[in-house]
């Protein structure tokens, strides 16, 4: 009977399924979950969401080394990799940077200048922790320099992701951010914020879903990469 049970054990065991560790970026997190339980029952596949800051995921991903999968918040993770971390990779959308401003806009913010408005208060990406603090200080240098940049930096909130960006503003700690548009679309948070365009100085990034070459099922993985750039128009819904 010990014997049976332990057969038994071990094929329960053999056919478990297989799961992906999939390293994503915040703003991308809630979009990949939805898509990603329609891969798990296709495939009969975990996938399993890792979600913070591109900069400390990356950072993770190096440290761990059990990622399958990767989708930072802007390309510049997967261009500036000198660790040959990845393979397979698929443009999957784009994260476009916008003002977030209270819903209706009380404070009539209409562009970067007004960042240098003492009554109004900011709420910024951290510098190292994620690709929305990339981009954010790439904006305001562009706009007016580093000196603009570390002054509008110093006075402001700081926030690790964007999740946390947006919650500031809900929250009334905040009056405006460099935020991704994407985030807008995320659970309620367009009863509570509105969004600017910034012309010129703030292109909007590719985002690249990637295989990690410490991947354990590199075949499943590149199927779901695959499988994710064939619902590009779902993303597309979402601000992507």
Not at 119 to 130: D, E, P, Q, Y
Not at 145 to 169: C, H, R, V, W
């Amino acid at each position: 009977m010990k014997k049976l049970l332990m057969v038994m054990g071990l094929i329960s065991m053999g056919m478990s399924e297989p799961i992906l560790q999939f390293y994503c970026g915040a703003t991308m997190a809630k979009s990949m979950r939805v898509l990603s339980d329609k891969f798990e029952t296709q495939e009969n596949v975990k996938v399993n969401i890792i979600k913070g800051g591109s900069g400390k995921l990356y950072k993770r991903i190096l440290l761990k080394k059990d990622a399958d999968l990767f989708l930072p918040g802007s390309d510049a993770y997967i261009k500036q990799d000198t660790n040959n971390l990845f393979s397979h990779k698929r443009l999957i959308g784009y994260n476009k940077p916008v003002l977030l401003v209270q819903k209706g806009n009380p404070k009539n913010i209409k562009s970067l200048d007004d960042f240098e408005n003492p009554k109004i208060r900011i709420v910024l990406g951290a510098k190292n922790s994620g690709s929305v603090g990339k981009i954010t200080k790439k904006i305001l240098t562009t706009f007016k320099g580093e000196d603009f940049y570390e002054k509008i930096y110093n006075k402001a909130l700081k926030a690790p992701t964007s999740i946390e960006i947006i919650q500031a503003l809900k929250d009334n700690k905040a009056d405006v951010s460099i935020n991704w548009k994407a985030a807008v679309y995320m659970d309620d948070n367009e009863n509570y914020v509105d969004y600017e365009n910034i012309p010129y100085i703030a292109p909007k990034r590719p985002l690249y879903l990637v295989v990690v070459k410490y991947s354990q099922h590199p075949k499943l993985a590149k199927k779901f990469v695959d499988f994710i750039f064939k619902n590009k128009k779902y993303l597309k819904s979402k601000g992507f």
